[in-house]
């Protein structure tokens, strides 16, 4: 469908959509294979933290990245065993401390709002009043592993997830 837009730059023939990005320095279609970070073959940590670049990992992590800039939140999903939770936990690894700070919370069947939210705080500054934020001139940012989890009370909600939503709305 997009590769039939009258547009000014025409879409590659090969290929898919998702093989593609558009770089505006350029103006032109490049492969995301083409700006894949070689793979270091130094690493000396634990095998299950290693992260082989590939050009689905280099397209999330700018996804996540356009989010982080933007400010914006994101609902990161897939089916299991596809790579989420290590894909973010790799970029929290490479992400500036001096600018950001990242927070882990894994869910489970036992996570309620008393612990959500004792996580939120303890991750926040007080500012003035009821205004709450990360440190001064740096962003914060939540990974919330397996957001299904939390238990389904007797009313048929998840306290934890009402409390993520009323931040959100807030």
Not at 91 to 97: G, K, N, P, Q, T
Not at 126 to 150: C, E, H, V, W
Request: aromatic share 12%; charged share 25%; hydrophobic share 35%.
């Amino acid at each position: 469908m997009i590769k039939n837009l009258p547009i000014k730059t025409k879409f590659p023939d090969a290929g898919q959509i998702y093989d593609y990005y558009f770089d505006p320095l350029t103006i032109s279609w490049k492969l995301w294979s083409e700006i894949v970070k070689p793979y270091d073959a130094s690493y000396d940590g634990l095998f299950n933290n290693l992260v082989v670049p590939t050009a689905e990992t280099t397209r999330q992590k700018f996804l996540i990245d356009v989010h982080r800039v933007t400010k914006k939140g994101m609902l990161f999903i897939g089916n299991a065993g596809t790579g989420k939770t290590v894909i973010l936990k790799d970029y929290f690894a490479a992400a500036d401390l001096e600018k950001t700070v990242c927070s882990t919370l894994n869910f489970n069947n036992y996570t309620d709002s008393k612990a959500l939210q004792t996580v939120i705080e303890s991750n926040v500054d007080k500012r003035t009043g009821k205004i709450y934020g990360p440190p001064s001139g740096k962003i914060l940012m939540f990974f919330m592993d397996d957001l299904n989890m939390p238990k389904v009370d007797k009313y048929g909600t998840q306290s934890p997830i009402c409390l993520i939503r009323q931040i959100i709305d807030y």
